[in-house]
């Protein structure tokens, strides 16, 4: 960061409920939710953010257990109780010691409301936490138990460095450090080779454990519900997942020649949990993928690291629900000039993308001409993906050549992307604009900070298809930060329907930044940069803005990015961190 920036909030303390003292949310996908018992009202329901679905399990001792992927610190759990209002749950909430499931809260819940209520204890490390249901009390008594909704909150286990959103750690836990996971308390079935063989074998249920090893010419293929997991360093040159409930977890990928295989992790499905891998193949066209034929639903792709492959990290053709979140995404270039190279692109409804990070994608470094971007979804000439109710949140795009998020309509005038919300992001790029939103219906834009303006304009909203415009915007509480150009493009007011408190900063310290960062192809990339999660911190701080927070005066704005009350007064909420 340029020295420009002025008065850092690094010592800042924060607040009750605020979300550094909450941590952050690790509620993982769909497809790590299981339990003992259900009727027709699934488990997978309870992550669903949809308060009128449910879990509901008979008997006392019913459980519904959330898979956390890997040893996480875990400090509170919020319930939303079905028929909260006139019932009171009766339960406990237990997490895995490694050997046995532990107690960390007994009690009840209040009985005075449907929505999320907290139940906090003393920190716990644990891969795996559930709900042990004993019935409820109330609405006379009954032995159901049922939840609408779930949240766990915490942060990286020790073995990680910390939570992104304290600036006080000095690495947060993003991606793999590329050396598996060590666990073998629940492994049913030890690979000393090739680990095919030993998928093949296996039933479902069963844990197979990988010992260290080089298979880099080896393809592994899982096609059932097996947990599949490198006790160490294990290379291999790809991995297909399809079927039902697969996890692979802590593998090495690096391909092999140009586009063969193209995609390092290639999946289809549903329920499948793809955690703690290291992609690095500088020939995967696709670091992971879903199959764009038949791509999956309610699957979990967590804490992989995607560094030095030759176009994109992960790629979404289509599908649902599927959960994206704290991996480490860097240094991607591309040697043969063929294509562009983005963090992400995203097709498909219902898709989480949070916690990520996304940094140091330079145009300059391979050949060719290549967009740089974070994310981006769009419209082929020659076929139709749509792409809707997608959250992209909390997550930090740093040092970026082109654009923080792209979204175009642009083969019929048709809204086939639509509905996105785009929120509590940290967004540094250094295109024609930071966001640019072409013929989209209705989008949410709120509580990120922005910096950009180098070549063009921070946001762009404008048509990219005859008879459709963009139209439905809601820019609320955002901080947009400008080298020097525009902060909107001609017209690009237009499409707001609501322009809710927005602080607009000039800082021509971010076209030295750029310069910098785009003149300087070669510099080494580290893999975390600690400074990324204080800088913008003292970015946010120009303009003296602790005294303009923006009071919830938009419709459903009473939260902010992390559940918490919607900071007021002298105060404002911006990015994964929170000010005043």
Same mark, same amino acid.
């Given at each position: ?38 009727? @027709? ?75 999320? @209520? ?206 994206? @979140? ?232 009473? @939260? ?21």
């Amino acid at each position: 960061m340029a020295a420009a920036v002025i008065a850092a909030l690094a010592a800042t303390p924060a607040g009750p409920g605020t979300a550094r003292a909450a941590g952050a949310q690790i509620t993982p996908g769909a497809g790590a939710i299981t339990a003992s018992t259900s009727d @027709e009202n699934e488990p997978a329901n309870v992550v669903d953010h949809d308060y009128t679905t449910r879990w509901s399990g008979e008997g006392d001792g019913a459980w519904l257990q959330l898979d956390l992927g890997s040893v996480m610190t875990v400090s509170h759990i919020k319930l939303a109780v079905y028929k909260g209002t006139t019932r009171q749950n009766v339960f406990e909430l237990q997490y895995w010691d490694g050997s046995r499931w532990v107690t960390a809260y007994d009690g009840e819940s209040s009985g005075t409301t449907t929505g999320l @209520e907290s139940f906090g204890f003393d920190p716990v490390q644990t891969s795996r936490v559930r709900y042990l249901g004993h019935g409820y009390t109330g609405d006379g008594e009954g032995d159901w138990n049922s939840l609408t909704e779930v949240e766990v909150w915490g942060g990286p286990g020790d073995g990680d460095p910390g939570d992104p959103g304290d600036p006080g750690d000095p690495e947060p836990g993003y991606g793999t450090d590329g050396n598996g996971n060590p666990r073998t308390d629940d492994c049913t079935e030890f690979a000393d080779s090739d680990p095919q063989q030993a998928v093949d074998d296996a039933s479902p249920g069963d844990v197979i454990c990988v010992r260290p090893g080089d298979h880099r010419d080896s393809t592994l293929t899982v096609d059932k519900a097996v947990t599949v997991r490198a006790n160490g360093v294990v290379t291999l040159r790809n991995i297909v997942i399809s079927g039902t409930g697969a996890v692979v977890d802590g593998f090495t990928i690096v391909g092999d020649a140009l586009d063969d295989p193209s995609t390092g992790i290639k999946f289809s499905g549903s329920g499948h949990r793809i955690i703690n891998n290291m992609i690095r193949g500088k020939h995967i066209h696709y670091a992971i993928a879903c199959d764009p034929e038949n791509c999956a639903s309610d699957v979990l792709i967590s804490r992989n690291t995607v560094t030095r492959t030759n176009n994109f990290g992960v790629v979404l053709w289509g599908g649902d629900n599927i959960v994206v @979140e704290w991996n480490n995404i860097y240094d991607l270039w591309s040697d043969d000039g063929n294509d562009d190279v983005d963090g992400m692109r995203v097709w498909g409804n219902g898709h989480i993308i949070r916690n990520n990070y996304i940094h140091d994608l330079n145009v300059n470094k391979g050949e060719g001409e290549p967009h740089a971007d974070c994310l981006q979804t769009y419209q082929h000439s020659s076929e139709t993906r749509e792409s809707s109710d997608v959250l992209v949140e909390n997550n930090y795009c740093v040092r970026v050549s082109g654009q923080c998020l792209i979204l175009q309509n642009g083969r019929r005038p048709v809204p086939d992307i639509r509905d996105f919300t785009y929120r509590g992001n940290v967004c540094e790029s250094f295109g024609s604009q930071n966001i640019e939103l072409g013929s989209i219906a209705g989008s949410t834009i709120e509580n990120n900070i922005l910096l950009g303006g180098v070549d063009g304009h921070v946001v762009t909203f404008h048509s990219t298809v005859d008879g459709l415009e963009t139209t439905g915007v809601r820019m609320r509480n955002n901080i947009l930060v400008t080298a020097g150009g525009s902060v909107y493009a001609s017209g690009s007011r237009d499409a707001l329907i609501d322009d809710t408190r927005n602080i607009q900063l000039t800082d021509e310290s971010i076209h030295d930044d750029w310069q910098e960062f785009e003149n300087n192809p070669d510099a080494p990339v580290p893999a975390i940069n600690p400074d990324d999660f204080t800088a913008f911190r003292d970015r946010a701080d120009l303009g003296a803005v602790l005294d303009r927070g923006a009071p919830p005066t938009s419709p459903d704005f009473t @939260e902010d990015v992390d559940g918490a009350a919607r900071v007021q007064g002298a105060a404002i909420d911006i990015g994964p961190f929170e000010l005043g």
